[in-house]
């Protein structure tokens, strides 16, 4: 009962190749990367609501602004994807090197304390890349609990979680002395999927083709039913967490939504190409999506075989159809259809939104994370504004000062908490998740938050 779980083998196992950093671009040579179809729908969900990617670095120091400003344009010069702006129309559109690298700046002190978005409206700004701007940019928060935070922002649009953990490497990297990795790829995630379509498996028509499913929510909307297309979210620290939580989190939140009513519950899982479907190192999408159903009758187990068999079928690289025709779709276009269905597709039981989506971000190491005048004592993610819950999580392993944790960050549209539902879930998942007796733990009681 106790054994560990196999592996799930997109979690690599140490004797898969790291992905290569490519030799940075030739002096005159400028850094230019196709817009994917992907990324342009990206695009229409940032405008319809933020849609970022976005890392929160929490530690001692004081940080001079400049002095990280001088790092981060070293880190640019070396990964001239982060410095982009969107150029072109419909199918022409590329991202092209600004030779502008992000910009840091320094907030004034804050009662934020890292947990949620409560004491926090400078996380509610958008980047604007439709209009011309910038697709990165870092915050650094002085904390009046005496913690100073660091927030890599980027939209999604142009960048994807793995893309934008390369880049606080490289920033913390620069700001230490140390020699920088550098990417050039201009690999996208249509790319990838083109360069193993012919490894996918034949799928015949079904003789009775099977209806749609329509899965139900983790959570249940507030009473008073539809509210703005707004999001909240919650961050808890597990000490001495449990293993294999990805699918074991699957398991206890299709329990949670079975709880409430009957249904089918299926996941949302992003697989990262890098070092699985290719050994470049991009800072840009280059993801794939698998749905992980989870029946009544699932264990972590057998949902680990099911990872592993759809990873097998390259399920993955299996390209939704008609994608491409995005490219041909006016921005403007695709937003008025955006909006007209936001509301409907997250308060809804809908056959295109799953019940949620999990992301594992694998392990942060914090002294990675360190660099003269700040020392990091925890990182975290902010899920993407997207679905009806987005739950990630990374590893923090063990220091010499402290014990390994997990940082999980919880995402739901606003009538998912109104009337404390996801803080109830986020108290359950921390006493199923975190050690007996030995978890101390951070969580922001913000029941009453609502904006």
Known sequence: MNQPLPAVTFERAPSTPAPVAQPLLKKGKRYVRPLSPLERFSLGLNETYRYHVDCVIEGIGDIDPARLQAAVDLAAAANPAIRVRLRGFLGFCRWVDSGRSPRVRLLPMSNWDGNSERNAPFLQERLLPLDGGPVADILVVPGADGRTRIVFRSVHAAIDGRGLMHWMLEVCRAARGEALLGSDSRLTDLDVQELNKDKLPPTP?????????????????????RMP?????RRAILVNPSSQLLTKAAVFLAQWARKREAGDVGFTIPIDFRGLRTQEMG???????????????????????????????????????????????????LLRKMRQAAEAALYTVTPSVPSGGIVSMGAMKLDEHSFPGFRATTICGIPGAVGKLNLVFLNLPATETLPPRIAVSFLVPLAYSRDGQLDALVEAFIQEFSAPNKATVSVANTASSSQ
């Open 229 to 233: 297309v707004d999001f909240v979210w």
């Open 283 to 333: 800072i840009g999408n280059m993801t794939g999506y698998l749905r992980l159903d989870v029946p009544p009758e699932a264990t972590p187990r057998s949902l680990v075989s099911q990872l592993n068999q759809k990873m097998r079928d390259y399920a993955d690289c299996r390209a939704t159809p008609g994608i491409r025709t995005l490219l041909w779709i006016p921005i403007w276009y």
């Open 205 to 225: 028509a079904p003789a009775t083709p099977e209806p749609p499913k329509h899965c139900i929510p983790v959570l249940s909307p507030a009473a008073e039913g």
